[in-house]
């Protein structure tokens, strides 16, 4: 075994083969990290443009120009689409899968490392193709990020026929990226573990990954066979979706949001598990409740396949259809409040560090239940039907999204930075950046939660051209929003400064700078090709911490008694 | 390629499940959920519009049971397949996949002909809601019958040679699982009035 280890270590790769053609899970892990920060800064941009639209209507955006009644639609679909599916899903479950998984389970490699390059590429053929319909004629898909037929599905109604076929074909790529190696996660984990490491000493990250792997896996299926049906009505003159032809727009809104819903729990599960692991290091105490946060896990999973329809209140559902998906949706915040309960117990008598991480995660679950508490209005039908297509659902699901794939992240990726780069990020500049980016983010959200409730329409290009949603009296809010989304935008830059800067100056960060148990700090910063020197043995649980008796407060996982 | 060095996340096996065996079954439940949710859709579909049995009585249905005879014979090749693997006997298993692979290549020809019948007909797929399924659900099969034919050559070259035999369970599992999927589509597509 340890000859194979040697072989690995020894093969000297040059750069192409080393950084674009490599079958390491670290170097993976760092390919979807930067392709997705890349895309993070596009969605961020036309963020700002489409926000500079509503609180300066109809004004030359700085940067970018007039945004007409086109463009703004094609900046808000993919606004949404990039968030989602070229940011949240490459950072969350596949940088962090990839880096975490074969260290914290105590592996050399994914189980299957060339099915993971393949993963990767077919991601990166996906982005391409989606900044490649910018180039198009008509330019880029602007049927919103949900793709609702018939507007998407025929090219006079929404005027960019080559973006939207181009739009569906880059997210099926994506879906196909991600069931390869979300199969891989749930494989490498299941069967690649490091001897005596049982079900229960799983650090919890890896499985949430590999929990949301398997509902992307099991949710995603019937939405392949949706986009397929809707290529074919795009360019085919197939009518799945028409109904003079006997098919039905429903169909698509029901296929998607099978999928859609439980996709919120694909990106909130890894999230959460980010959140526990950076919890109990800075807290010095244990996991409260591992089996009860891992149950919860899994019955946030299995109810979320049973609550779509909540999208769908006012698409003509059957309102006895509309009761049941409203009381499955109330229940799904039960786990999932069960699962923040059980963080605060986590810190309830903890010793408590507030390094970076840390603030980052306590920001999570404070901003995160927002989003959640506000999630009752819209999951109740009644109240649903007044708020449905407001800005109250934008700045909900903002509420949700932002925490889940800003604010994790965020806390991810300055906790783990030290095991990636080998070097400690600035803690001052770290700071900064966590209240630059809190703060505002809250000055964003909450003015809209206003405007919705008072009647603003989401989607709406210009308020001022439509004289019953014009409420001039509510342009100071949505200028605010707007300001806010600025000042948000400008203090990410302290963060890439942060993070470039230390890449090269930062304090050299020693095998476990953050005195964790899990096995990847068992390792030098940042691990070396093969990662284990001797492959570990695991004797306990991941969350050993705050132990009295003890030279340190903590006991790793591969330390026998 | 497949002489690199594997890593050794690849050769352990935590659950006791050979790790190739369980990625067949992931990917494996990851496509049942495809063709579910296509075959649920075109069910539901098919349940609200009892017109489209019209449509129905004009495919070839001694075709598709000619095929389906071909794909389960292909099947009982593929489990010879595994058998021959399972007693080391590489080349013997080779032969056997050959002849699967074999099986795949008549069932796209008969397919290849029925198809020229029904489009010459006039019903192409975008015919009726009928014919929209019918193509979508056949041809979505026929490209994993494509694959599978390819697959199978590709681990036979290996099993010739003896290496790798663990594959040929593997691919057996995803034919078999190809050809179940036919005995769904064949009564649904075919029979059903």
């Known amino acids: 075994?340890?000859?194979?280890?040697?072989?690995?270590?020894?093969?000297?790769?040059?750069?192409?083969?080393?950084?674009?053609?490599?079958?390491?899970?670290?170097?993976?892990?760092?390919?979807?990290?930067?392709?997705?920060?890349?895309?993070?800064?596009?969605?961020?941009?036309?963020?700002?443009?489409?926000?500079?639209?509503?609180?300066?209507?109809?004004?030359?955006?700085?940067?970018?120009?007039?945004?007409?009644?086109?463009?703004?639609?094609?900046?808000?679909?993919?606004?949404?689409?990039?968030?989602?599916?070229?940011?949240?899903?490459?950072?969350?479950?596949?940088?962090?899968?990839?880096?975490?998984?074969?260290?914290?389970?105590?592996?050399?490699?994914?189980?299957?490392?060339?099915?993971?390059?393949?993963?990767?590429?077919?991601?990166?053929?996906?982005?391409?193709?989606?900044?490649?319909?910018?180039?198009?004629?008509?330019?880029?898909?602007?049927?919103?990020?949900?793709?609702?037929?018939?507007?998407?599905?025929?090219?006079?109604?929404?005027?960019?026929?080559?973006?939207?076929?181009?739009?569906?074909?880059?997210?099926?790529?994506?879906?196909?990226?991600?069931?390869?190696?979300?199969?891989?996660?749930?494989?490498?984990?299941?069967?690649?573990?490091?001897?005596?490491?049982?079900?229960?000493?799983?650090?919890?990250?890896?499985?949430?990954?590999?929990?949301?792997?398997?509902?992307?896996?099991?949710?995603?299926?019937?939405?392949?066979?949706?986009?397929?049906?809707?290529?074919?009505?795009?360019?085919?003159?197939?009518?799945?979706?028409?109904?003079?032809?006997?098919?039905?727009?429903?169909?698509?809104?029901?296929?998607?949001?099978?999928f859609g819903h439980p996709e919120v729990y694909v990106v909130l599960l890894p999230a959460m598990g980010i959140v526990a692991e950076v919890l109990a290091v800075f807290a010095r105490k244990k996991l409260f409740g591992y089996k009860t946060v891992l149950y919860t896990a899994w019955a946030v999973g299995f109810l979320s396949f049973v609550v779509w329809a909540h999208h769908q209140f006012v698409a003509g559902i059957d309102p006895r259809m509309a009761n049941i998906f409203s009381i499955t949706t109330l229940l799904i915040s039960v786990p999932i409040a069960e699962m923040v309960f059980l963080y605060i117990a986590t810190l309830y008598g903890g010793s408590i560090h507030l390094d970076t991480p840390m603030l980052w995660a306590l920001g999570f679950i404070a901003e995160f239940l927002v989003g959640g508490v506000t999630g009752i209005f819209l999951g109740a039908s009644g109240t649903d039907i007044y708020l449905h297509d407001t800005y109250f659902v934008i700045a909900h699901f903002h509420y949700t999204f932002v925490p889940i794939a800003i604010i994790a992240v965020y806390a991810g990726l300055t906790f783990w930075y030290p095991k990636m780069f080998g070097r400690m990020l600035n803690e001052t500049l770290g700071k900064i950046h966590f209240w630059g980016t809190v703060i505002p983010f809250n000055v964003i959200f909450i003015p809209l939660f206003i405007t919705g409730t008072a009647g603003d329409q989401r989607r709406v290009y210009s308020y001022a051209q439509f004289a019953e949603q014009a409420r001039p009296e509510l342009q100071h809010l949505r200028t605010t929003s707007t300001i806010a989304l600025i000042v948000m935008l400008a203090f990410q830059f302290v963060f890439l400064f942060n993070f470039f800067w230390s890449l090269r100056h930062g304090k050299r960060a020693d095998a476990n700078p953050w005195r964790s148990a899990t096995l990847e700090w068992t390792i030098p910063s940042p691990p070396p090709h093969g990662n284990f020197a001797e492959l570990p043995t695991v004797y306990r649980g991941p969350y050993e911490y705050g132990l009295p008796g003890h030279a340190q407060d903590f006991l790793p996982q591969n330390v026998p008694d | 390629m497949s002489t690199s060095a594997k890593p050794i996340a690849n050769t352990r096996s935590a659950t006791g499940i050979p790790t190739a065996r369980l990625i067949t079954w992931w990917v494996i439940a990851s496509e049942i959920v495809i063709f579910g949710g296509l075959l649920a859709t075109y069910v539901m579909h098919r349940i609200g519009h009892p017109e489209w049995a019209d449509s129905a009585s004009h495919t070839l249905t001694w075709a598709g049971a000619f095929n389906t005879f071909v794909l389960l014979t292909s099947s009982l090749c593929a489990v010879l397949a595994h058998k021959a693997a399972d007693a080391r006997d590489g080349p013997r298993a080779a032969k056997l996949l050959r002849v699967t692979s074999l099986g795949g290549l008549i069932f796209l020809s008969v397919k290849a002909y029925e198809w020229t019948i029904d489009i010459r007909e006039g019903f192409v797929l975008s015919s009726g809601g009928f014919w929209s399924f019918y193509y979508a659900l056949a041809g979505l099969h026929a490209l994993h019958v494509l694959a599978g034919m390819i697959i199978l050559l590709i681990v036979a070259a290996d099993a010739a040679k003896n290496r790798e035999l663990q594959r040929v369970e593997c691919i057996g599992l995803y034919w078999h699982f190809v050809d179940i999927v036919w005995i769904f589509l064949f009564p649904l597509l075919y029979i059903a009035r």
């Open chain 1, 1 to 258: 075994m340890t000859t194979q280890v040697e072989s690995l270590a020894h093969a000297r790769p040059g750069f192409f083969q080393k950084y674009c053609w490599s079958t390491d899970h670290k170097i993976i892990a760092m390919q979807y990290l930067f392709t997705g920060m890349a895309m993070a800064a596009i969605g961020g941009y036309f963020a700002y443009v489409f926000r500079m639209q509503l609180g300066f209507p109809n004004q030359h955006v700085p940067g970018y120009g007039l945004v007409t009644p086109g463009k703004y639609n094609a900046l808000v679909t993919m606004h949404g689409s990039i968030m989602i599916f070229w940011v949240a899903m490459p950072i969350l479950i596949a940088a962090f899968g990839n880096f975490l998984i074969p260290l914290m389970v105590g592996c050399d490699d994914m189980a299957f490392p060339r099915i993971n390059r393949l993963s990767y590429q077919i991601f990166l053929l996906s982005a391409l193709m989606l900044l490649a319909s910018f180039l198009v004629k008509g330019g880029p898909f602007g049927g919103a990020w949900t793709a609702y037929p018939p507007l998407s599905a025929n090219g006079a109604y929404n005027l960019t026929p080559a973006g939207a076929t181009m739009w569906l074909i880059a997210v099926a790529l994506e879906f196909v990226a991600f069931l390869l190696g979300g199969i891989n996660f749930t494989v490498t984990t299941m069967n690649s573990r490091a001897p005596g490491m049982k079900m229960f000493d799983i650090p919890m990250l890896v499985w949430m990954i590999v929990l949301a792997s398997i509902i992307f896996m099991a949710s995603v299926g019937p939405l392949i066979a949706g986009a397929v049906m809707l290529l074919f009505d795009q360019t085919m003159a197939t009518g799945f979706y028409d109904p003079m032809r006997g098919g039905d727009p429903l169909l698509w809104q029901h296929l998607f949001w099978f």
